[in-house]
Nanobody, 128 residues
Framework: QVQLVESGGGSVQAGGSLRLSCVAS????????MAWFRQALGEERAWVGN???????TYADSVKGRFTISRDNAKNSLFLQMDSLTPEDTDMYYC??????????????????????WGQGTQVTVSA
């Protein structure tokens, strides 16, 4: 079973930056659609952004211009660079993977049910 393991979470002041990483235990998802989601306690998991195998990205409006997703297929790794953080970015962050592209049956993958593998999450806390 492929494991996704996130790291890099922590506490930061508003305006600061964090870089999250997600490493897959095998190369099963080296050509897959990879994504970041976030979730606050008691709320639904929300899509942050996707990255295709070729590096093309899409982002939620709430993070566009502040967050950058990248990947290193050779190292089975996914990254989320988060800049200009605000307290509203405080959440548990999850990486996810889905074999195939980030558009499935004519629709962008943006819902948790679109993804078949998940990490355990890493907490990001932004203080005012």
């Amino acid at each position: 079973q492929v494991q996704l393991v996130e790291s890099g979470g922590g506490s930061v002041q508003a305006g600061g930056s964090l870089r999250l990483s997600c490493v897959a235990s095998t190369n099963t998802y080296s050509r897959a659609c990879m994504a970041w989601f976030r979730q606050a306690l008691g709320e639904e998991r929300a899509w942050v952004g996707n990255i295709e195998a070729d590096g093309s990205t899409t982002y939620a409006d709430s993070v566009k211009g502040r967050f950058t997703i990248s990947r290193d297929n050779a190292k089975n790794s996914l990254f989320l660079q988060m800049d200009s953080l605000t307290p509203e970015d405080t959440d548990m962050y999850y990486c996810a993977a889905a074999r195939g592209g980030c558009v499935f049956r004519g629709r962008p993958r943006r819902w948790p049910f679109d993804f078949e593998a998940w990490g355990q999450g890493t907490q990001v806390t932004v203080s005012a």
